[in-house]
């Protein structure tokens, strides 16, 4: 899959490319920034709306491409935790700070509960 920005945005065709493969699918490491970063000098913009927006696509793209499963990849924020990273990885992990089900402060957002709605369906 395409990683989730803001400037990539889940479109009706967004998994053609991998079913052009005519593979099984699955989402492994999934995450959608919900908060503005700057990666390598780039400010990426975005928000709690735009990551509930790439998730729910990934969601609903799900069952009727059949994926065997999708993991999302940082459950939690992890505002202060970075500043622990080595200098050398800080920037690169800037991309996935805020990417998580729950802020730092550990109070939910709305992809959480989304997700939560995902998991009580019934298993095929």
Same mark, same amino acid.
């Given at each position: 899959?395409?990683?989730?920005?803001?400037?990539?945005?889940?479109?009706?065709?967004?998994?053609?490319?991998? +079913? &052009?493969?005519?593979?099984?699918? !699955?989402?492994?490491?999934?995450? *959608? #920034?919900?908060?503005?970063? $700057?990666?390598?000098?780039?400010?990426?913009?975005?928000?709690?709306?735009?990551?509930?927006?790439?998730?729910?696509?990934?969601?609903?793209?799900?069952?009727?491409?059949?994926? +065997? &499963?999708?993991?999302?990849?940082? !459950?939690?924020?992890?505002?202060? *935790? #970075?500043?622990?990273?080595? $200098?050398?990885?800080?920037?690169?992990?800037?991309?996935?700070?805020?990417?998580?089900?729950?802020?730092?402060?550990?109070?939910?957002?709305?992809?959480?509960?989304?997700?939560?709605?995902?998991?009580?369906?019934?298993?095929?």
């Amino acid at each position: 899959y395409h990683y989730g920005l803001n400037h990539n945005p889940m479109t009706s065709n967004y998994f053609d490319l991998a +079913k &052009f493969f005519g593979k099984p699918m !699955a989402v492994a490491e999934m995450g *959608a #920034i919900s908060h503005d970063v $700057k990666v390598f000098g780039k400010n990426i913009e975005a928000t709690e709306e735009d990551q509930l927006k790439f998730k729910k696509g990934v969601l609903e793209g799900a069952d009727p491409n059949d994926f +065997k &499963f999708i993991v999302n990849f940082v !459950a939690i924020d992890y505002d202060e *935790a #970075i500043k622990q990273f080595p $200098k050398s990885v800080r920037e690169f992990a800037n991309a996935w700070v805020h990417t998580g089900f729950q802020r730092a402060s550990r109070n939910n957002k709305k992809a959480l509960t989304l997700w939560d709605s995902y998991l009580v369906l019934p298993k095929r």
